[in-house]
T-cell receptor, first 114, second 112 residues
Framework: EAQVTQNPRYLITVTGKKLTVTCSQN?????MSWYRQDPGLGLRQIYY???????DKGDVPEGYKVSRKEKRNFPLILESPSPNQTSLYFC?????????????FGDGTRLSIL | QKEVEQDPGPLSVPEGAIVSLNCTYS??????FMWYRQYSRKGPELLMY????GNKEDGRFTAQVDKSSKYISLFIRDSQPSDSATYLC????????????FGKGTTLSVSS
């Protein structure tokens, strides 16, 4: 089954404690991205990757890091989480380097930073 | 002016009604237009995907793009309670690496 898998699905943690949200896709997609979804603000792109070892900033990259060492994985790293990073996070992937094809989304990771 | 505007609703209709969901946008370079459906506690799933202007039909769903007016629509015929969800429009240019820009979503409730 084609899917984008995120882990964990839910996490409550404290300010400053480094955390990583993993994302894995089994569709051999080149393009992967991370979004956060907040009430009243909609989905906003954090980072994206057009292929292995190629990453770039989206609209709201501050406070986040990513890496793309393998095609299937695109982890999101919060080095020093803060309460304003409390949000619902989605990973997405699509075929093609331009990302113009529709994106497949994971089921989300709800992060609460206390 | 925000790049993509979408009325958040909520929109409540009886079962069997025709539903019209809309988005307006300001960037004339947008070429790809999508509608996603998002159920509570789930990720968005693609409903319709169109390139440039025109209509596209898939079962009970019809997507329309009017680039001259910078306006896109999603019509749902014979709406069902299972259509109750948040509907997100999304669009992007054809330039490599540019972000997919989402509307804030319209919450739809279909009552039986």
């Amino acid at each position: 089954e084609a899917q984008v898998t995120q882990n964990p699905r839910y996490l409550i943690t404290v300010t400053g404690k480094k955390l990583t949200v993993t994302c894995s896709q089994n569709m051999n997609h080149e393009y992967m991205s991370w979004y956060r979804q907040d009430p009243g603000l909609g989905l906003r792109q954090i980072y994206y990757s057009m292929n292995v070892e190629v990453t770039d900033k989206g609209d709201v990259p501050e406070g986040y890091k990513v890496s793309r060492k393998e095609k299937r994985n695109f982890p999101l790293i919060l080095e020093s989480p803060s309460p304003n990073q409390t949000s619902l996070y989605f990973c997405a992937s699509s075929p093609g380097g331009q990302g113009s094809k529709p994106q497949h989304f994971g089921d989300g990771t709800r992060l609460s930073i206390l | 002016q925000k790049e993509v505007e979408q009325d958040p609703g909520p929109l409540s209709v009886p079962e069997g009604a025709i539903v019209s969901l809309n988005c307006t946008y300001s960037n004339s370079a947008f070429q790809y237009f999508m509608w996603y459906r998002q159920y509570s506690r789930k990720g968005p799933e693609l409903l319709m995907y169109t390139y440039s202007s025109g209509n596209k039909e898939d079962g009970r769903f019809t997507a329309q793009v009017d680039k001259s007016s910078k306006y896109i629509s999603l019509f749902i015929r014979d709406s069902q309670p299972s259509d109750s969800a948040t509907y997100l429009c999304a669009m992007r240019t054809d330039q490599a690496g540019t972000a997919l820009i989402f509307g804030k979503g319209t919450t739809l409730s279909v009552s039986s």
